[in-house]
């Protein structure tokens, strides 16, 4: 499953239940998403692309994004991650 959001006006933090979705394609670029990417993004199998750049997002790297291990495609550009 893909799911394209880009460049809407969504803020706040990314839901945790995200996980629960069998997601391929993430796209989230250009909203005003705020926090940290939840480590239960971590958790989904069939990630091959996630894609968060110009965000508001911040704060360090979950560990739980090693897990993704049919990742392909990270751009995580024009944030605050430390």
């Known amino acids: 499953m893909n799911s394209d959001l880009t460049r809407n006006y969504f803020n706040g933090s990314i839901p945790t239940s995200f996980s629960r979705l069998p997601l391929v394609n993430r796209s989230l670029l250009g909203n005003r998403l705020s926090g940290s990417i939840p480590k239960e993004i971590g958790d989904i199998a069939t990630l091959e692309e996630l894609i968060l750049e110009d965000n508001q997002l911040e704060g360090p790297l ?10 392909r495609r990270l751009l995580l550009s024009g944030n605050n991650f430390t």
Do not use: D, I, K
Not at 62 to 71: A, H, I
């Open 62 to 71: 979950n560990e739980n994004l090693g897990n993704l291990g049919r990742l």
